[in-house]
C-alpha cells in the first residue's frame, strides 16, 4: 500500500494565499519562486556570518582573503584584481587591505613585474583563517541543503544558473 504524504508547506505559501485573496487580479506566480529565493538568502547569509565569526572574520574580510586563497600559491593578486574579485571600490579596497594587513591576514609586497605595483599576499595566518572558515561553511551549506537529494542539488544549481547568468553577464547599475 502506498503512503501518502502532505506536501510541504512553508511561510510563503501563507503570503501567497493572502495575495490571492487580496488582490485576485494580480498574478502573484513570481511569489513563488522569488520569495522563496530571499527567504532562503536570509538564511543563507545567518549561515555564513555564524561561519565567519567562528572563525573570527567578517563576511568582508572572508570575501577578500577567499579571493586570494582561491588564485592559489603564492596566494596573490594586485589590489585592482581584487578589488573586481570584491567588487568594492578602490578606496574601500584600500581600507579593507589596510585593515586585513593590521591583523596580520595579508601583506602587501612590491610588485616584481611592475615597479610602481604592489601585490596583496595571504599570510599562513590568513591562510589559516580563511580555510578554517571555508570548511565550516561548507558543512552549514550542507545542513542548508540537506532535505534535497544530490540530483535534486543539481538540477536546483542549473535552474539557478540559468536565472542568475544574465545579471552576471551585465555590469552593475550602482
Known amino acids: 500500500m502506498a503512503r501518502v504524504t502532505k506536501p510541504v508547506s512553508d511561510e510563503v505559501d501563507g503570503i501567497v494565499a493572502q495575495w490571492r485573496a487580496e488582490r485576485p487580479d494580480l498574478d502573484i506566480t513570481p511569489l513563488h519562486v522569488l520569495s522563496r529565493l530571499s527567504r532562503l538568502a536570509r ?62 591576514l595579508v ?23 580563511v580555510d578554517a572558515a571555508m570548511a565550516d561553511l561548507l558543512d552549514r551549506e550542507r545542513g542548508l541543503l540537506a532535505a534535497l537529494s544530490a540530483g535534486q542539488q543539481q538540477d536546483l544549481a542549473a535552474l539557478l544558473r540559468v536565472l542568475l547568468a544574465p545579471f552576471d553577464a551585465r555590469p552593475e547599475d550602482d
Open 107 to 129: 601583506r602587501r609586497h612590491p610588485d616584481p613585474q611592475d615597479r610602481r605595483g604592489v601585490l596583496v599576499e595571504l599570510t599562513d595566518a590568513g591562510l589559516r583563517h
Open 43 to 104: 538564511h543563507l547569509d545567518r549561515a555564513r556570518r555564524a561561519a565567519f565569526a567562528a572563525h573570527a572574520l567578517e563576511a568582508w574580510e572572508f570575501d577578500v582573503l577567499s579571493a586570494l586563497r582561491r588564485q592559489g600559491a603564492p596566494y596573490q593578486l594586485s589590489p585592482g584584481a581584487l578589488l573586481r574579485a570584491t567588487l568594492v571600490t578602490s578606496g574601500t579596497m584600500t581600507n579593507r587591505i589596510d585593515r586585513l594587513a593590521a591583523r596580520g
